[in-house]
Every structure is written in C-alpha cells, then in structure tokens.
C-alpha cells in the first residue's frame, strides 16, 4: 500500500472525488442564496417518516457511536481501532475549537421572532449555540474517509459518502445547524482526516506484527 497524503488520497479517491464535487456544488449555492433561503428550504421539506429518521441518522455522527465502532475494531485489528478513534478525536478538537471561538447562534436563536415559521421535530432539544462547524457532520466525514480508507474494497467508499452526507443533512433537518456549519464541518472532517492518516500510518510502531492484530487474533 502506498503511504503518506498521496496514498491516502488514492485509497480514499471514491470517497473524494464526488465529495469534492459535491463541495464545489455547495460552495456554489452558497454564492447564490443566502442563509435564510437555504435554511427555510431545507426546513420546509418535512415528512413524518423523515422527522422519525433524522434523529438515528444524526446518531450516526455522534461521538459514542466512533467509539463503539472502535471498540468493535480492536477484537480485529488494533491499528484500525486506532486510526478511527484518533481521527475522531483530532477532528473534534478542531471542531471545538472552532465552535468556542466563534460561538455562533444555532438557527433557534438566530431566527428567534420567526419560530412561528420553522418545523421542529417532536422530542428533539435543541441547541442554541456554538453552531458553527456541526461537529456531527464533522465527525461523519472523518469516519467516511478512515472506513473507506481501511475497507478493501474502496467503492464503498461510495456508500460511506453518503451516510455522510445524510447526518450533515440531518443536521440541517434537525434544525441544529446551518448549511454553512455542515459545509466547513465536512471539509474538516474530510481533509483533516486525509492529512491525520497520511502522518499516523506512515510510524514505524503501527506497522508492528502486534499493531495489526486484534483481540480475537491474540
């Protein structure tokens, strides 16, 4: 296997290429409607079954489902286990980060006197801080490019692009974030991710016999 950025570039490519095509279609509605527009798009498009999905799909970015994955993983391989969880945790700090410094309103307060004009789904909180990046999506994306990066099979990266995409999606539906926050989370979460792996998996310790088996191998 190829090593370094270029490697991991290369074994993640069917995750990437349509996902920064994806970016660059984002980064174009973004220069042409704005924030209230894209909000109340996204809002006015509801369902019953979709307000009952959002919530487990949104799940699927959140921090304790990494790391259940990753606990999964060590009964296989030690060295997988680790390079999901640490993307995770290096993409959250950066998303923390961010979110503390830029202590952005959540659309519930930012669109206070029109409350009357959202639909919120039943029995969700919802936040009305640090909104910017969603660190769910944040998260999605860098687990997107880790799985596909350790799965051998590399056009499933395809499949891991889109649940991505549905918990940024969920984000919005949800009415925790913006399309901003999802757009900025994902290339967080993506390129972080690309540059984390391409460091990490290149150490000597990692490409030990022990590294490269799991609890199950012991």
């Known amino acids: 296997m190829k090593t370094g950025a270029k490697g991991?570039?290369?074994?993640?490519?069917?995750?990437l290429i349509p996902y920064l095509?994806?970016?660059?279609?984002?980064?174009?509605?973004k220069l042409l409607y704005s924030r209230a527009d894209i909000y109340?798009?996204?809002?006015s498009l509801y369902s019953a079954w979709a307000d009952a999905a959002a919530p487990y799909i949104t799940d699927l970015g959140d921090g304790i489902t990494i790391i259940v994955i990753s606990l999964l993983l060590t009964l296989y391989s030690y060295r997988n286990a680790f390079l999901l969880f640490t993307s995770y945790l290096i993409t959250s700090a950066v998303?923390?980060?961010?979110?503390?410094?830029f202590d952005a309103p959540r659309p519930r307060v930012y669109f206070e006197k029109e409350l009357s004009r959202i639909h919120f789904v039943k029995n969700v909180y919802i936040h009305g801080s640090h909104s910017f990046p969603s660190g769910h999506t944040v998260t999605a994306f860098s687990a997107g490019v880790v799985l596909t990066y350790l799965i051998r099979e590399r056009m499933w990266g395809l499949l891991c692009l889109l649940m991505a995409v549905l918990v940024g999606y969920s984000r919005m539906y949800l009415s925790q974030h913006f399309f901003e926050d999802v757009t900025v989370g994902s290339a967080i979460g993506a390129f972080v991710t690309v540059l984390w792996l391409g460091y990490i998996d290149q150490r000597k310790f990692i490409k030990s016999p022990r590294w490269n088996r799991g609890i199950m191998k012991i």
């Open 95 to 101: 998303a923390q980060l961010l979110k503390y410094g």
């Open 40 to 43: 109340f798009a996204v809002n």
């Open 21 to 29: 095509l994806l970016l660059c279609t984002c980064l174009v509605l």
């Open 8 to 15: 991991v570039l290369h074994a993640t490519r069917y995750f």
